[in-house]
């Protein structure tokens, strides 16, 4: 029996041999926010339990991070149905897909810290700096489908939405330390408690490490971040978040688009910073407002130079005038990631949940977001791109068991005409522990500022043309995705087991893609030039199984089977196959149990199936579709308790045994790998 078949077999046996136990209270206890069915805010910015959200919602709780035994948060994505993480050695950033269809640099899919995006207009999201530490993270909700409706464009897939500790959690000192495999050294300090009548929450980190070694992938990040809350009257309440980020990272890679120069670009600086400020008021019973600012800026220096010109052309420096009219030789900058990316956005929001029957959130927001960058764009300016957005989420209640979910937001920007996006949710309560739910969505995805100006290459320090890699005629149209979704939500033995499961089909069309043609430039030797191509169409199953028999036990299997079919001929088109750029099999499971004396063991198993990601290596150099790999994770850990401090001390192993697998690329093998990590919490 293979993998896909075991794992059918045992969803399958789950939902048909299990029973309802009891029902489920009318009014939801302490434990309620706490069960497996939790309440969770992404899916429709209304507060609602799993079995009332109109799409798939995945919640990885603290329990699940700690049990994981992961150092960095992107790697918990693999613990939702469906997400593939990989980590790309081309410019040591972290992929992080969603039924795969991505490149190193994933632009379909909003991520979110305490409610703001941390979405780049250069580079997606860069998962090393989103600013936050492992230790602080609280759960992150996981939308797995396409959530345009209420987050907007860059939301066309999923939604991942990281939640920080709440106000009140772990009050006074708390310190963190890992040490292990790769020169791994991370550490985490911080703070919790009161000033004045202000409560705050200040952490401080560190993270180094040496990704693969022999690569140009190591990194030294340091990290502080502010949150406070402050209590103005008694309906009105204002929380502001500080945070800044800093350090080398190493961004070398052999790949033709990333790297046209050389294996070693150097090591680069990062500066990060972002402000948030939340005003909110509680206007009557169930019903409040709110406005929320932000304001986040990332610049990354690469230094990295290509030399003279005229020997990069092997000619006499006098001839570059009759190459190049207008110029003289000079040093061309080779910084692919010497940039600036910065972003402002403003968001007024209302609730209302004051009628048990009808709850409804309504809203407006424009953001502005700025890049600038000589290597990608081709300019020694700002280009900016300015959006504004108006959104709405309707609950209403049909009848007994029955509960109807409506959800718009209208988008437009400097690259995008006014667009709709939409979602419409039946859910039904076939018992009180089980709920059936529809929806149909339709995505647009802004093709945005990057894809629409990019001029990729070498460039005389003024911005005119040498030689592109990659170039954007621009004006390229929206992505728009239509997704169907069937789910199925099922509990029993008083939430302790739940079972998750989702038929779906998504239809992706004028994807933005790249192809092999000629950029408008002196030397037209070829480039990849960005264009709407005619989309994929991906069809599946998949779901989450999770046990909780007892606060020391854990069990939770994650699973998608997914098919994509091309909607080209790529025989006649000459374009790869997107069929394997979404694995068939996805999958992921942690078991956990914690013994006497506070000792506890837990397993993980990750399998992906072969699959492609895409992107320039793969037009350019012929890169193979990556091996299926199983990785098997260990850790154990012991908690001491004493009267003043909580100590706990973790051994973690990653991909046990001697075989190495290729992430990301098939040269970029994943050994196993050793930590250490303690950390105490001082009462």
């Known amino acids: ?68 035994g992961f150092t960095q948060i992107a790697d918990l994505l693999r613990l939702a149905p469906g997400f593939q ?62 959530n345009s409706p209420t987050y907007g464009s860059n939301a066309f897939i999923a939604t991942i939405n990281i939640i920080t500790r ?18 791994t050294r991370q550490g985490t300090l911080r703070h919790v408690g009161k000033l004045g009548s202000a ?30 809350w402050q209590d103005l009257s008694d309906t009105d309440a204002l929380e502001i978040q500080l945070g800044a980020r800093n350090g080398p990272i190493g961004r070398g890679g052999d790949d033709l688009m990333f790297n046209p120069l050389g294996e070693k670009l150097g090591v680069n600086q990062v500066d990060a910073n972002r402000q948030q400020v939340r005003w909110s008021r509680v206007l009557s019973a169930g019903r409040d407002t709110s406005v929320q600012f932000y304001h986040q800026r990332r610049h990354e220096q690469d230094d990295a130079t290509a030399g003279l010109l005229s020997d990069l052309l092997h000619v006499a420096p006098a001839v570059i005038p009759f190459l190049f009219p207008g110029h003289v030789d000079e040093v061309i900058r080779s910084g692919l990631f010497d940039n600036t990316d910065e972003r402002y956005d403003l968001e007024w929001q209302l609730n209302d949940a004051s009628d048990d029957r009808l709850q409804w959130v309504a809203g407006a927001g424009v953001r502005l977001s700025r890049s600038q960058s000589l290597m990608q764009f081709g300019r020694t300016d700002f280009v900016r791109n300015l959006g504004k957005r108006v959104f709405a989420d309707m609950q209403y209640r049909l009848a007994e068991g029955w509960l109807l979910n409506a959800s718009g937001m209208l988008e437009q920007s400097d690259t995008l005409d006014p667009a709709l996006s939409y979602r419409l949710a039946l859910n039904h309560s076939l018992r009180p522990n089980q709920t059936l739910r529809a929806s149909v969505t339709r995505a647009v995805r802004d093709s945005g500022l990057f894809s629409n100006n990019m001029a990729m290459g070498l460039h005389f320090s003024n911005g005119d043309p040498i030689n592109l890699v990659g170039y954007s005629p621009g004006g390229l149209e929206p992505e728009v995705m239509l997704a169907w979704e069937l789910g199925w939500l099922g509990n029993w033995f008083d939430r302790r087991l739940s079972l998750d499961l989702k038929a779906f089909r998504e239809e992706i069309r004028h994807e933005v893609i790249a192809m092999p043609g000629l950029a408008p430039e002196p030397i037209s030797d070829g480039a990849l030039i960005l264009g709407n191509g005619p989309g994929v169409n991906i069809t599946g199953l998949e779901g989450q199984l999770q046990y909780r028999p007892s606060p020391r036990d854990l069990a939770s299997l994650q699973f998608s089977l997914a098919d994509a079919d091309d909607r080209f001929d790529p025989a006649s088109t000459g374009r790869a196959s997107e069929a394997g750029r979404t694995p068939h099999l996805t999958l992921s499971l942690l078991l956990a149990h914690t013994f006497s004396h506070d000792i506890q063991l837990s ?32 850790r154990l850990a012991k908690r001491f308790r004493w009267s003043a401090q909580d100590v706990l001390v973790e051994l973690i192993a990653q991909n046990l045994g001697n075989h190495a697998y290729a992430e990301f690329r098939t040269d ?16």
């Not at 772990?170 to 890992?178: L, P």
């Not at 030294?220 to 971040?225: F, H, S």
């Not at 492609?612 to 790999?629: D, F, M, N, S, T």
């Open 1 to 68: 029996m293979n993998q896909r078949q075991l794992c059918l077999g045992l969803v399958m046996c789950c939902s048909s041999v299990l029973t309802p136990c009891q029902a489920e209270t009318a009014l939801p206890s302490e434990a309620d926010f706490f069960a497996p069915l939790p309440i969770v805010i992404s899916a429709s910015r209304l507060a609602q339990p799993l079995s009332e959200a109109p799409a798939a919602v995945s919640v990885i709780d603290r329990e699940m991070i700690e049990a994981s």
């Open 603 to 634: 397993l993980g198993y990750y399998h992906i199936d072969e699959m492609r990601w895409q992107g320039a290596g793969e037009v350019a150099a012929g890169k193979l579709p990556v091996p299926a790999y199983d990785r098997v994770d260990m």
């Open 166 to 183: 709440p106000r009140y959690a772990d009050r006074g000192w708390y310190a963190q330390a890992t040490l292990g495999s790769n020169a």
């Open 668 to 683: 970029n093998q994943f050994d196993t790998r050793y930590f250490l990590r303690a950390s105490v919490q001082f009462h």
């Open 199 to 228: 409560d705050y929450r200040l952490s401080l980190g560190y993270d180094q490490s040496d990704n693969f070694p022999g690569r140009n992938d190591e990194q030294l990040l340091r990290t502080l971040n502010l949150r406070a």
């Open 85 to 146: 993480v990989g980590l790309s050695t081309v410019n040591n950033i972290t992929a992080v897909t969603y039924h795969g269809q991505a490149d190193a640099l994933p632009r379909r899919m909003e991520v979110l810290v305490d409610g703001h995006s941390v979405y780049t207009s250069l580079f997606s999201v860069d998962w090393h700096d989103l600013g936050v530490t492992l230790a602080d993270v609280d759960r992150i909700e996981v939308v797995r489908g396409s």
